[in-house]
């Protein structure tokens, strides 16, 4: 089982905005990372320490966090951001990361 | 860009070893970190370990009794080297790169995250 836990679905209107959170002792010191995965897919990096998109992700997915809970906001959510969102953080018992659950985004 | 490519046998039996193969393209494998991180259907990702090119390693405690991973830079590649599998093995295998980072927050700490995944091998472990 995950040290990071998200909620397992999360669905969004066309256009509207979503948040999904991720919570775990590890984030009271290190920040998450966000994946997003879409059906047979590798995963792909969207956010990057707490709240860097890497080139070419949109402007809509920002990230943000606070004590031991990360989220992912996408600010006017299109049907392109349906998939599978995984966070991912540093362990901080031992030199190794973990992945929450992931979410899965429906977008309506 | 670079690119990377996972290669090996898709069906392992159980109590064997799992040998994968990475390539990396479109860039040098040299001065950078590398990850394998595995997905069984259906269920969570997995962090199995991470390889630099200077020869360090660090494993999922979870896994760190069974795992090897090395990096050829003459090949550019980085193999992985799972041994006495079970079913339980049975996951589509990634690699990826990892960019290493650091900051303040509060005291110094340093991170790694993965900005290049290779498009993952499903490796099945049945005899």
């Known amino acids: 089982s995950s040290e990071l836990t998200q909620d397992p679905a999360v669905s969004v209107a066309l256009g509207q905005t979503v948040r999904i959170t991720c919570q775990g002792d590890s984030l009271s010191n290190y920040y998450a990372t966000w994946y997003q995965q879409k059906p047979g897919q590798a995963p792909v990096l969207v956010i990057y320490?707490?709240?860097h998109r890497p080139s070419g992700i949109p402007d809509r997915f920002s990230g943000s966090h606070s004590g031991n809970t990360a989220s992912l906001t996408i600010t006017g959510a299109q049907a392109e951001d349906e998939a599978d969102y995984y966070c991912?953080?540093?362990?901080?018992?031992?030199?190794?990361?973990?992945f929450g659950g992931g979410t899965k985004l429906t977008v309506l | 860009q670079v690119q990377l490519q996972e290669s090996g046998p898709r069906l392992v039996k159980p109590s064997q070893t799992l040998s994968l193969t990475c390539t990396v393209s479109g860039g040098s494998i040299r001065s950078s970190y590398w990850t394998w991180i595995r997905q069984p259907a259906g269920k969570e990702v997995e962090w199995i370990g991470l390889v630099s090119t200077s020869g360090t390693t660090k494993y999922n405690p979870s896994l760190k009794s069974r795992v090897t991973m090395s990096v050829d830079t003459s090949k550019n590649q980085l193999s992985l080297m799972l041994s006495s599998v079970t079913a339980a093995d049975t996951a589509v295998y990634y690699c990826a790169r990892a960019q290493f980072y650091e900051y303040v927050w509060g005291s110094y700490r340093y991170d790694y995250y993965m900005d290049v995944w290779g498009k993952g091998t499903r490796v099945t472990v049945s005899s």
């Open positions: 320490r707490k709240n």
């Open positions: 991912n953080s540093r362990d901080t018992s031992d030199f190794h990361w973990v």
